[in-house]
């Protein structure tokens, strides 16, 4: 499980750095609106879920220039930065919000553009049941998140150290597909690309991670400081797995895109008309 308020926490901290190092958030962006561009959708209101500095909200309304985007992000100093970038003539809206408990009302969304959110989120379910909800049928949802295959590098070198839980557990692309489906969304497509990010030392690769407030944030991580010697074994170890002295990490890049399905009917409250039931004849 994840703490979120050490999410929110470092999330707010990494506003005013995220922008120098998202380029990994940069890769996924581009991937998605390549996927979005297809798409033909009619689109009033369109939702940027996780938006952090609002990168993809104005790439979005580009491609959507008669909707109204409105950046969704649980941080504020997110939101703030975003809020910069705005143009005069822009229609654009700003959202402080959890992804799970959404203040749309339901079946009021055109389009959900979602990148690399749901790796900080404990249960992507309670996520695609907030979309379910508020996009209207027809509607697309489109997300870009990370697989199991990603970090583990990094994993093995602390695995080599201690056995505290320091990287996230990513969720692989059939159990999304599944949890899309079960939450009442529908026709959902995915693939998987593969991203690999090289560094000249260690240093650089924590800060990186620091700098998009991608640190460990699992509740079950050790409470006590991990002391300067654990964190020196772990980056030895992961030293001795560098190819030419340089420090890469695998990542496996998930993007999915479904549509709504109307509002789901709960089968306490399914009816059946008696006069629609063919009589049979002997």
């Known amino acids: 499980m994840l703490n979120h308020k050490h999410i929110r926490r470092r999330f707010e901290r990494a506003a005013s750095t995220f922008d120098d190092s998202d380029f990994v958030h940069s890769a996924t962006r581009e991937g998605l609106h390549a996927r979005l561009a297809p798409l033909l959708v009619d689109a009033k209101i369109v939702i940027d879920l996780g938006a952090a500095t609002g990168a993809a909200s104005q790439v979005l309304e580009k491609r959507f220039r008669s909707a109204r985007v409105i950046s969704v992000d649980v941080a504020h100093g997110m939101l703030t930065k975003a809020r910069e970038k705005k143009s005069w003539l822009s229609k654009s809206g700003f959202t402080q919000a959890s992804a799970e ?104 690769l924590f800060a990186d991670l620091t700098a998009v407030g991608a640190r460990n944030a699992l509740r079950q991580r050790a409470s006590s400081l991990t002391g300067k010697q654990r964190f020196a074994a772990m980056v030895a170890e992961l030293d001795r797995g560098a190819a030419d002295g340089r420090i890469t990490l695998d990542l496996e890049l998930v993007f999915g895109h479904c549509w709504g399905a109307g509002p789901k009917i709960d089968p306490a409250d399914y009816r059946i008309d008696a006069t629609q039931i063919p009589v049979r004849r002997s």
Do not use: Q
């Open 101 to 204: 408990s959404l203040p749309f009302a339901n079946e009021s969304v055109d389009v959900i553009f979602c990148n690399l959110l749901l790796p900080w989120v404990s249960d992507p379910l309670l996520i695609f049941t907030e979309v379910a909800r508020v996009l209207r049928k027809g509607g697309v949802f489109a997300f870009a998140t990370l697989g199991p295959d990603s970090l583990r590098e990094v994993g093995h070198a602390w695995g080599a150290v201690d056995s505290d839980a320091h990287v996230n557990r990513f969720p692989d692309m059939h159990n999304l597909g599944d949890g899309l489906v079960s939450a009442g969304l529908r026709d959902p497509v995915l693939d998987v690309d593969r991203l690999s990010v090289s560094y000249e030392n260690s240093g650089r």
